[in-house]
């Protein structure tokens, strides 16, 4: 007698589970032959154990495979945190690699956390806050993550910078139990320095703000400008190493401006350090952590043209 066999599909094609007395899943004999190759209990084991895996990492990269595929948006939408995000219709936050505030009123901030090339979470890609709410947030979230340095892809003295930092060198601002003081400041053609203390509920001090104040397209990319503020950020911060939130990387949308900068900043430090680049994987990697970042051709014809420039200087 020749006992019937269940198998499981793998890259490869169709395996055998190798259990003589398996029996064939109740949906694997319906008629219309639906379901041949879904597996009974003993043959999602295995499947789960292929590559000699443990059955529970087997689950969690399924699951992972799965939520990045279908990314859910739960804090985003809810409606005490719908006066906390600047475009509501248009730029969207992951639940997944949302930052989340633990210290003072509400854990949300629209902000996510990207990896970089080896280090989880080493980028924070925030939209500029807006209101004075946001504001309030945007500090306690600097304070919680105590970045090496603070990007900012804006006009500091124009509208969108409004409830930053002062451009000022000595002048302070309160932000609600925070003093947010701009202890220096210099100025370039198309970059500003300063560096921040912040003091009151939380202390923090000589956190480093590069600003790209030539950065002012959501769908123009300064290509000129790109390799010198690269440069110009390691040399206002020499110690820069990279960490978990090492960068936070602010512009309007907390998306456009803030993915290619990542992008082109993660890739050039790729580029001089190993001699090599990932773009594609990196793209992917990106939009999978934050949404709206890459969204046109032209924008995304755009970072591989400065990558390119860039590669060429090296």
């Given at each position: 007698?020749?006992?019937?066999?269940?198998?499981?599909?793998?890259?490869?094609?169709?395996?055998?589970?190798?259990?003589?007395?398996?029996?064939?899943?109740?949906?694997?004999?319906?008629?219309?032959?639906?379901?041949?190759?879904?597996?009974?209990?003993?043959?999602?084991?295995?499947?789960?154990?292929?590559?000699?895996?443990?059955?529970?990492?087997?689950?969690?990269?399924?699951?992972?495979?799965?939520?990045?595929?279908?990314?859910?948006?739960?804090?985003?939408?809810?409606?005490?945190?719908?006066?906390?995000?600047?475009?509501?219709?248009?730029?969207?936050?992951?639940?997944?690699?949302?930052?989340?505030?633990?210290?003072?009123?509400?854990?949300?901030?629209?902000?996510?956390?990207?990896?970089?090339?080896d280090i989880p979470k080493q980028?924070?890609?925030?939209?500029?806050?807006?209101?004075?709410?946001?504001?309030?947030?945007?500090?306690?979230?600097?304070?919680?993550?105590?970045?090496?340095?603070?990007?900012?892809?804006?006009?500091?003295?124009?509208?969108?910078?409004?409830?930053?930092?002062?451009?000022?060198?000595?002048?302070?601002?309160?932000?609600?139990?925070?003093?947010?003081?701009?202890?220096?400041?210099?100025?370039?053609?198309?970059?500003?320095?300063?560096?921040?203390?912040?003091?009151?509920?939380?202390?923090?001090?000589?956190?480093?703000?590069?600003?790209?104040?030539?950065?002012?397209?959501?769908?123009?990319?300064?290509?000129?400008?790109?390799?010198?503020?690269?440069?110009?950020?390691?040399?206002?911060?020499?110690?820069?190493?990279?960490?978990?939130?090492?960068?936070?990387?602010?512009?309007?949308?907390?998306?456009?401006?803030?993915?290619?900068?990542?992008?082109?900043?993660?890739?050039?430090e790729r580029m001089k350090t190993?001699?090599?680049?990932?773009?594609?994987?990196?793209?992917?990697?990106?939009?999978?952590?934050?949404?709206?970042?890459?969204?046109?051709?032209?924008?995304?014809?755009?970072?591989?043209?400065?990558?390119?420039?860039?590669?060429?200087?090296?």
């Open positions: 007698m020749v006992r019937g066999v269940d198998t499981v599909q793998t890259r490869d094609g169709a395996v055998v589970i190798q259990d003589s007395n398996a029996r064939l899943s109740v949906r694997s004999q319906r008629r219309g032959g639906k379901g041949k190759n879904v597996p009974n209990p003993t043959g999602l084991f295995n499947q789960l154990k292929l590559g000699g895996k443990k059955a529970g990492d087997g689950v969690h990269e399924m699951f992972q495979s799965f939520e990045r595929e279908s990314p859910t948006f739960v804090h985003f939408f809810k409606k005490e945190n719908e006066p906390k995000n600047r475009y509501q219709s248009e730029i969207l936050l992951y639940d997944k690699t949302r930052v989340i505030l633990k210290e003072g009123e509400g854990d949300y901030y629209h902000a996510s956390y990207v990896d970089g090339n980028y924070v890609l925030a939209q500029a806050p807006f209101t004075a709410d946001t504001e309030i947030d945007f500090i306690r979230m600097l304070a919680q993550l105590k970045p090496e340095v603070v990007i900012l892809l804006l006009k500091l003295d124009g509208d969108e910078g409004k409830h930053l930092f002062a451009p000022t060198k000595d002048e302070s601002k309160t932000v609600g139990p925070y003093t947010v003081k701009t202890d220096d400041a210099t100025k370039d053609k198309n970059f500003d320095h300063l560096t921040i203390s912040i003091s009151g509920k939380a202390e923090l001090s000589k956190l480093p703000v590069c600003v790209f104040s030539s950065w002012t397209e959501e769908n123009k990319v300064p290509l000129e400008d790109m390799s010198a503020f690269f440069s110009y950020v390691r040399k206002c911060v020499p110690s820069l190493k990279g960490r978990e939130a090492s960068q936070v990387i602010v512009c309007p949308t907390g998306a456009n401006r803030a993915g290619v900068w990542m992008m082109y900043d993660s890739e050039a190993k001699g090599r680049i990932r773009f594609t994987d990196s793209a992917k990697a990106l939009r999978f952590q934050r949404s709206n970042t890459l969204d046109t051709q032209e924008i995304f014809d755009q970072v591989i043209q400065a990558l390119l420039a860039f590669a060429k200087a090296l």
